[in-house]
């Protein structure tokens, strides 16, 4: 069998690079020597080298996470290069990226979404207590607000009073230009990957339950060893297994993934809501997905196999 010449881009210049050196370690180290001819490069610095090597290159696999990895930058590159690369193409990246995008997506499909709204950043004095009192008037409290393009809960937080929401809007804009404020909804947290190209899959969900300290699914709680319960299998009764495979494999469909994605979900009022999709999952020893691939009854390595097998796959 023929080796096959593989790009591994890990690190970046996001907010996420520590993660996804470390999802990138992983993947190293679960890629079969057999197989592959695995070379590394890190797109903060490597950017010239890949270019340079991509025409003896014959597939990229991004372990990149957050802004210039994940959000079609990296892969528009890839495509210039005529590079086939694991994961979703420019558009669904860029799509999942923008999270008041993707939920105008979500809901023509019909996905259940919490109510949202918006506030644009502004260094104008006032502005950012004006903004809270508006989003708590048309929105209520408690509230969820997160930065409209960063991932791994980076400028997240929940709030409780006005007060509290115009702290967190201006907490968010030091992270993107738009804040996106979502009615809180309380309940229990799952995750889905999905797996697949024309024919997605669905893998067995994960409960994710924070641990004490942890107000929700923060930062630490999802890269520190212990900090939270991930149960999989969990203790879905079949109905509820079946509706949020269902929904995980639509939010898939809706963006136009390729290859792998997950997408987490609050059950709440008995509704499984979607919260976002994730196109590049981290992929370190602490990451959701690895625990849903090994309830899939696959081994990691096998997994970067499929990941492989479907980035070259026609489309």
């Given at each position: 069998?023929?080796?096959?010449?593989?790009?591994?881009?890990?690190?970046?210049?996001?907010?996420?690079?520590?993660?996804?050196?470390?999802s990138?370690?992983?993947?190293?180290?679960?890629?079969?020597?057999?197989?592959?001819e695995?070379?590394?490069?890190?797109?903060?610095?490597?950017l010239?080298?890949?270019?340079?090597d991509?025409?003896?290159?014959?597939?990229?696999?991004p372990?990149?996470?957050?802004?210039?990895?994940e959000?079609?930058?990296?892969?528009?590159l890839?495509?210039l290069?005529?590079?086939?690369?694991?994961?979703?193409?420019?558009f669904?990246s860029?799509?999942?990226?923008?999270?008041?995008?993707?939920?105008?997506?979500?809901?023509l499909?019909?996905?259940?979404?919490?109510?949202?709204?918006?506030a644009?950043r502004?260094?104008?004095?006032?502005v950012a207590v004006?903004?809270?009192?508006?989003?708590?008037?048309?929105?209520g409290?408690?509230?969820?607000?997160k930065?409209?393009d960063?991932?791994?809960?980076?400028?997240?937080?929940?709030?409780?009073s006005?007060?509290?929401?115009?702290?967190?809007?201006?907490?968010?804009?030091e992270?993107?230009?738009?804040a996106?404020?979502?009615?809180?909804?309380a309940?229990?947290?799952?995750?889905?990957?999905?797996?697949?190209?024309?024919?997605?899959?669905?893998?067995?969900?994960?409960?994710?339950?924070?641990?004490?300290?942890?107000?929700?699914?923060?930062?630490?709680?999802?890269?520190?060893?212990?900090?939270?319960?991930?149960?999989?299998?969990?203790?879905?009764?079949?109905?509820?297994?079946?509706?949020?495979?269902?929904?995980?494999?639509?939010a898939?469909?809706?963006?136009?993934c390729?290859?792998?994605?997950?997408?987490?979900?609050?059950?709440?009022?008995?509704?499984?809501?979607?919260?976002?999709?994730?196109?590049?999952?981290g992929?370190?020893?602490?990451?959701?997905?690895p625990?849903?691939?090994?309830?899939?009854?696959?081994?990691?390595?096998?997994?970067l196999?499929r990941?492989?097998?479907?980035?070259?796959?026609?489309d």
């Amino acid at each position: 069998m023929k080796m096959l010449r593989l790009a591994l881009l890990a690190g970046g210049a996001s907010s996420e690079r520590e993660v996804s050196l470390a999802s990138g370690r992983e993947v190293l180290a679960n890629l079969d020597p057999g197989r592959y001819e695995t070379r590394v490069y890190d797109p903060a610095m490597d950017l010239a080298r890949l270019v340079a090597d991509a025409p003896g290159l014959d597939v990229a696999f991004p372990a990149l996470h957050g802004r210039l990895g994940e959000d079609g930058s990296v892969q528009g590159l890839l495509e210039l290069l005529g590079l086939p690369y694991v994961g979703s193409g420019i558009f669904a990246s860029a799509l999942a990226m923008d999270k008041r995008a993707s939920k105008e997506f979500y809901r023509l499909r019909g996905l259940p979404v919490a109510p949202d709204g918006y506030a644009e950043r502004s260094r104008a004095p006032g502005v950012a207590v004006s903004e809270a009192a508006r989003l708590a008037a048309g929105l209520g409290l408690p509230l969820v607000v997160k930065p409209l393009d960063h991932g791994s809960s980076v400028g997240m937080a929940i709030v409780r009073s006005a007060e509290e929401l115009a702290a967190a809007l201006e907490s968010a804009w030091e992270c993107s230009t738009v804040a996106m404020a979502e009615r809180f909804l309380a309940g229990r947290e799952y995750t889905v990957a999905v797996m697949g190209n024309r024919e997605p899959a669905a893998m067995p969900p994960v409960e994710i339950i924070p641990g004490p300290g942890h107000p929700f699914f923060d930062y630490s709680a999802k890269y520190s060893e212990g900090e939270c319960r991930e149960i999989c299998p969990c203790d879905l009764d079949p109905e509820e297994d079946r509706e949020v495979r269902r929904l995980a494999v639509l939010a898939h469909r809706a963006l136009g993934c390729r290859g792998f994605s997950r997408t987490d979900f609050i059950l709440a009022g008995g509704i499984f809501h979607v919260l976002e999709t994730n196109t590049l999952p981290g992929l370190t020893a602490q990451s959701l997905l690895p625990k849903a691939v090994r309830a899939h009854g696959l081994s990691f390595p096998e997994f970067l196999d499929r990941l492989v097998e479907l980035a070259l796959e026609p489309d």
